[in-house]
């Protein structure tokens, strides 16, 4: 998504210690907790998948996670606005 955005963008050194045993693991439990919510038990796992595929495949796995955790929070809160169970907005002091 950035290169498209910040074709010209000089890359960013890695710091030190990112890539670690534990990160890698955190990283990796983070992908399957959102492939199997998301591409399993989700109504619209055909879309997720439709999306998060070709990433997997080019190996962009941060884009699949970071847009997976944003997806599921607006799709819930989406769903939940419409049936009545939130506001449509945080500023408003009541529910409808």
Not at 21 to 33: S, T
Request: aromatic content about 10%; proline content about 7%; overall charge positive.
């Amino acid at each position: 998504m950035t290169r498209h955005t910040f074709p010209n963008r000089r890359p960013r050194p890695r710091p030190p210690g990112q890539v670690t045993p534990k990160n890698v693991r955190r990283g990796l439990a983070m992908l399957f907790k959102i492939c199997w919510k998301l591409g399993v038990v989700a109504d619209y796992r055909r879309v997720f998948w439709n999306y998060a595929w070709p990433r997997i495949k080019m190996g962009s796995i941060e884009d699949v996670i970071s847009v997976g955790i944003l997806a599921k929070h607006l799709i819930t809160y989406a769903r939940k606005a419409c049936s009545g169970k939130l506001n449509a907005s945080n500023y408003s002091a009541r529910l409808r």
